[in-house]
């Protein structure tokens, strides 16, 4: 190789696009997706806190309006249904 060829050849190895660092793209998908998993799970713990304060919130409304077994039933048809929204939320691609 000429003197010539080798000062095109470092000339075009400044242009090469880097090398590819899997290990990189790993920690960069991991974090990323640990990100989106602690934020659904801070979505759902919110919403089973709101959906708790509000059954007991309506409690006292709810008691004088229903059969005293049916409080039972309400609270648990609220906290049913939170969780089986939180399991759809936890399943869901972003």
């Not at 470092?10 to 960069?28: C, G, K, N, T």
């Not at 007991?56 to 969780?83: D, E, I, K, N, Q």
């Amino acid at each position: 190789m000429t003197d010539a060829d080798a000062k095109l050849k470092a000339l075009f190895a400044l242009d090469a696009p880097p090398a590819m660092d899997a290990h990189f793209r790993l920690a960069v998908f991991e974090r990323m997706e640990k990100r989106a998993a602690a934020l659904k799970l801070a979505l759902v713990i919110g919403v089973g806190v709101l959906t708790t304060v509000a059954t007991a919130m309506l409690s006292p409304a709810l008691t004088r309006l229903l059969a005293p077994g049916m409080m039972l039933v309400a609270g648990t048809v609220f906290a049913g249904a939170a969780s089986v929204w939180g399991v759809v939320q936890m399943r869901r691609p972003i």
